[in-house]
Nanobody, 124 residues
């Protein structure tokens, strides 16, 4: 059974840090494109970062220099290190995966495998 399970969310003060994890089962993360998305209340789902099977990484402009996506293929786990968090980063964060062949994108409709999400709340 294919499953993505996120963890690591929580409440932090502005300027703080969190690291999110996403454990994948039923797929091999080394061959899939993996990504992080977020959805704030009343807003659409927006792409944060992608990491392709060859290690190519893309970030949303608003998180460049603050967020780092990485993965450990031995553990089939995707990570998102978030530093210098801002209240605007408050959202439910989801990981997503897409099977090859796939052109990495921050457009959420391109991904067919999703986790249920973890809440991140940043207080000012």
């Amino acid at each position: 059974q294919v499953q993505l399970v996120e963890s690591g969310g929580g409440s932090v003060q502005a300027g703080g840090s969190l690291t999110l994890s996403c454990v994948a089962t039923g797929i091999t993360s080394s061959t899939y494109t993996m990504a992080w998305f977020r959805q704030a209340p009343g807003k659409g789902r927006e792409g944060i970062a992608t990491i392709d099977s060859d290690g190519t990484i893309e970030y949303r402009n608003s998180v460049k220099g603050r967020f780092t996506i990485s993965k450990d293929d031995a553990k089939n786990t995707l990570y998102l290190q978030m530093n210098n968090l801002e209240p605007a980063d408050t959202a439910v964060y989801h990981c997503a995966a897409a099977a090859p062949p796939f052109v990495a994108t921050l457009v959420h409709t391109a991904y067919e495998i999703w986790g249920r999400g973890t809440q991140v709340t940043v207080c000012s």
